[in-house]
T-cell receptor, first 114, second 112 residues
Framework: DTEVTQTPKHLVMGMTNKKSLKCEQH?????MYWYKQKAKKPPELMFV???????INESVPSRFSPECPNSSLLNLHLHALQPEDSALYLC?????????????FGPGTRLLVL | QKEVEQDPGPLSVPEGAIVSLNCTYS??????FMWYRQYSRKGPELLMY????GNKEDGRFTAQVDKSSKYISLFIRDSQPSDSATYLC????????????FGQGTTLQVKP
């Protein structure tokens, strides 16, 4: 079963709110990713966790804070976001994050920042 | 110049047509090539995965990689209205800790 789940599906938040996005996979994958996708653009990599350790941070602002509690779960904590952060946030997973494996994406969380 | 170039389209074809989607790239170190399909407001879905050069077929879909020309293609035979989506090529090199380089995506519309 190649399934990555994400909650919530939609999220509306104000610029002073704190919220979290959640991602879960049960494929035994040891690499998990957060991407941001704006309309009519490809996904942009934000963070990579490999074996529960942060291995890539693509110079993302500190108002985005990732967390990997275990090998199946990935969270993205949001605080003091800006309207330009409104986008589709995608989680993905792959076997080990060496670049050889295929990445499987979740359905995404559509975020609107007011 | 972008590392991966993909014509954004839109591309409109009649039902039953053969569709050809293409990407060119500049980094000769890329070895792993993927095609994703993304329906509106959904996450990307992996369609095809190819290592190095050659062809790979899966049902109505054929992926081709020509490393000498730095050119990859996705062919869709007997296209259906349900194939209407954005198609993203993606590629990476070994040891790149999973960082995919995406094309801009091509929007395809298959008209009944």
């Amino acid at each position: 079963d190649t399934e990555v789940t994400q909650t919530p599906k939609h999220l509306v938040m104000g610029m002073t709110n704190k919220k979290s996005l959640k991602c879960e996979q049960h494929m035994g994958h040891r690499a998990m990713y957060w991407y941001k996708q704006k309309a009519k653009k490809p996904p942009e990599l934000m963070f990579v966790y490999s074996y529960e350790k942060l291995s890539i941070n693509e110079s993302v602002p500190s108002r985005f804070s990732p967390e990997c509690p275990n090998s199946s779960l990935l969270n993205l904590h949001l605080h003091a976001l800006q309207p330009e952060d409104s986008a589709l946030y995608l989680c993905a997973s792959s076997q080990a994050g060496t670049g050889k494996e295929t990445q499987y994406f979740g359905p995404g969380t559509r975020l609107l920042v007011l | 110049q972008k590392e991966v170039e993909q014509d954004p389209g839109p591309l409109s074809v009649p039902e039953g047509a053969i569709v050809s989607l293409n990407c060119t790239y500049s980094n000769s170190a890329f070895q792993y090539f993927m095609w994703y399909r993304q329906y509106s407001r959904k996450g990307p879905e992996l369609l095809m995965y190819t290592y190095s050069s050659g062809n790979k077929e899966d049902g109505r879909f054929t992926a081709q990689v020509d490393k000498s020309s730095k050119y990859i293609s996705l062919f869709i035979r007997d296209s259906q209205p349900s194939d209407s989506a954005t198609y993203l090529c993606a590629m990476t090199r070994s040891g790149n800790t999973g960082k995919l380089i995406f094309g801009q995506g091509t929007t395809l519309q298959v008209k009944p």
